[in-house]
């Protein structure tokens, strides 16, 4: 009976206690535009990498880094949006981190924005490519025998890493 009534009584805290709020968008805002910005020089600089170990390759290098950078961009709307019109949604950094996006959400930022819609069928288009290019194979190849040993290609990543802990250490501050 005893641990019927603590369990209880720590259930009736937990429901009256206030719903964590969203941190400010002042506070994210710059830190979602610093993410993304790390994420296009990495994806460039390794697009340039391995196009210089496998040039045979040179297109598809760069439709994949255009890919990455769009879907970047992509995330980087929705997040803006989901602040602006339902924050409690980005309540802790594990609901920034994977956005749950809806339908719905996805129909009204269309209706509402131009600018995503055409980002959107651009993102849309640029993975359909990437994703059904034949050349595929041949390219994971090349990157994991020519480039994934190479210094250059370790220190990047290496940077990238810490680059992406920064950011992720003060978004996490945001939530404080």
Request: proline content about 6%; overall charge positive.
């Amino acid at each position: 009976m005893r641990r019927a009534g603590a369990a209880l009584a720590l259930a009736v805290v937990l429901l009256a206690a206030p719903a964590r709020a969203a941190p400010a968008p002042e506070c994210l805002l710059p830190l979602l535009l610093s993410e993304l910005q790390a994420k296009r020089a990495f994806h460039s600089e390794l697009a340039t990498l391995l196009a210089a170990v496998a040039p045979e390759h040179l297109s598809l290098t760069r439709l994949s880094a255009q890919t990455q950078i769009a879907l970047a961009e992509r995330r980087l709307m929705r997040a803006t949006a989901l602040l602006d019109r339902d924050p409690n949604r980005l309540a802790t950094p594990a609901a920034l981190a994977a956005i749950a996006w809806t339908e719905r959400d996805e129909s009204a930022l269309q209706r509402d924005s131009r600018e995503y819609r055409l980002l959107s069928e651009r993102t849309n288009a640029l993975a359909a490519a990437n994703d059904t290019d034949p050349r595929w194979p041949a390219l994971q190849t090349a990157y994991r025998e020519r480039l994934r040993q190479e210094p250059t290609h370790k220190a990047l990543l290496k940077l990238f890493a810490a680059e992406m802990q920064a950011i992720a250490a003060r978004i996490e501050a945001c939530f404080d």
